[in-house]
């Protein structure tokens, strides 16, 4: 084992001293495989094993460093200490051994332990060679039955590592498809999440759809949806090209309490049901937020009226509904009008431009609408009262405004009162 590996697994760069861990407990699980990997992780995620009072050395670590602890399972003994820039989990031994601990895991390559007070690695199962070899290899089937999302999480964990999934795990993960309905939905949900947020995860996800693990959540996916999928990676890539900043929008997150970003929204607008009302029923059983349905039905409900939105007019109201789902929006217009194909060439995006080009501009007047005067400025000068009339004003003065027919708060008001004789 070269020193290399062993030192980025060091207790000097953990965020707490060794000295807070019993002498029985081991290091295991991503940390260590991604180590053996030379992986390197701005923010560290540590899994440790201990054969007894796991939960009571973790809220003896959380509070001598003042920091967070969460207990995640009672039952099982497992808790979480959260420092500014690393999770530790510590979680009680399963069996009597380290190795009986390491025989009830998922794959190969997680079943590997490291012991921090004698940087000794231990392998039982031969994890080390499918490291080398790129394999993602079963410990056994009834391990898999046992949590059936480790069937999907296969899946991301390809993705993610860039490696295959072993002949017989992939045959087994098959017969045991239908035991995916079993899992929590919001479990789910993480593992199609880590799917959709890069190109890496896009011919897993259509592998996963045809190995039968996606069809009880997404019912209407389809071989036509996991096409859309890879067109979508195409076309961001010709985005990139074409209008960079448009680009780094896709890949902002919903919001900051919403871990998805526009391009992952798109991709999951791709396999839902096509009808607004029906996608909602399905992402709410998903336990997707407020933010990410809303997202996802409004790309769904606009995208169509994007190329015969043609009046200064039509244009306004249909940015004023999209708002920050344009960008969505706009990416699931293009891999839908059977546009992929041009694009991948130099085509210029003639159909959309226009749209795309007043959105990336913050003095477009269409796009980004900016309030001549305020509603109580037209009740005074009008001598209105409150009522949903002075909105509907408002809204004819900024189309008007956008349409280059008003400039001045003055121009503003006659065209108010022009509007209320008639």
Not at 4 to 12: F, G, I, N, Q, R
Not at 142 to 159: F, I, K, M, S, V
Not at 238 to 267: C, M
Request: aromatic share 8%; net charge negative; proline share 5%.
């Amino acid at each position: 084992m070269s020193s290399d590996v062993l030192s980025s697994l060091a207790p000097e760069n953990w965020p707490f001293s060794l000295e807070c861990l019993p002498q029985t407990a081991y290091m295991v699980g991503g940390a260590v495989r991604d180590a053996l990997l030379g992986r390197t992780r701005e923010y560290w995620d540590l899994d440790f094993i201990i054969p007894s009072d796991a939960v009571q050395v973790a809220r003896v670590i959380a509070r001598r460093y003042q920091v967070g602890f969460v207990l995640l399972d009672s039952e099982r003994q497992i808790a979480r200490v959260v420092f500014p820039d690393a999770t530790a989990d510590f979680a009680q031994q399963e069996g009597e051994s380290l190795e009986t601990d390491l025989h009830r895991r998922d794959f190969t390559v997680n079943a590997i332990a490291y012991n921090p007070h004698t940087q000794e690695i231990i392998d039982p199962l031969g994890g080390c060679d499918d490291i080398v070899l790129g394999l993602l290899r079963m410990i056994s089937p009834l391990n898999l039955a046992d949590d059936p999302l480790r069937l999907l999480r296969a899946y991301r964990q390809a993705a993610q590592l860039g490696f295959t999934i072993e002949e017989n795990t992939q045959n087994t993960i098959r017969t045991l498809a239908s035991q995916i309905s079993q899992v929590a939905a919001e479990r789910v949900r993480v593992e199609i999440g880590y799917l959709l947020a890069n190109s890496q995860g896009t011919p897993w996800i259509a592998k996963a759809g045809e190995d039968g693990l996606l069809a009880p959540f997404f019912k209407n996916a389809t071989h036509q949806s996991f096409d859309k999928l890879a067109a979508i990676d195409n076309v961001a890539t010709s985005i990139k090209e074409h209008w960079p900043q448009l680009a780094l929008e896709l890949q902002n997150y919903v919001r900051d309490t919403v871990k998805t970003t526009w391009l992952g929204i798109t991709k999951l607008a791709c396999l839902v049901h096509p009808e607004p009302t029906v996608a909602e029923l399905e992402l709410q059983e998903l336990t997707y937020s407020r933010a990410e349905v809303r997202a996802v039905t409004t790309a769904l409900k606009l995208f169509p009226q994007l190329k015969v939105a043609d009046s200064v007019r039509e244009q306004y109201f249909l940015f004023q509904e999209a708002g920050i789902v344009f960008t969505a929006t706009i990416l699931l217009a293009l891999i839908n009008d059977n546009l992929v194909e041009p694009i991948s060439g130099t085509h210029p995006f003639q159909v959309y431009a226009p749209l795309i080009s007043r959105y990336l501009n913050p003095d477009d007047l269409v796009a980004h609408p900016t309030q001549l005067v305020s509603g109580k400025n037209l009740m005074i000068a009008l001598n209105i009262p409150a009522s949903p009339v002075v909105g509907k004003l408002l809204t004819e003065i900024a189309v008007a405004q956008a349409e280059g027919k008003v400039s001045t708060p003055q121009e503003a008001i006659e065209l108010a009162k022009q509007i209320i004789r008639e």
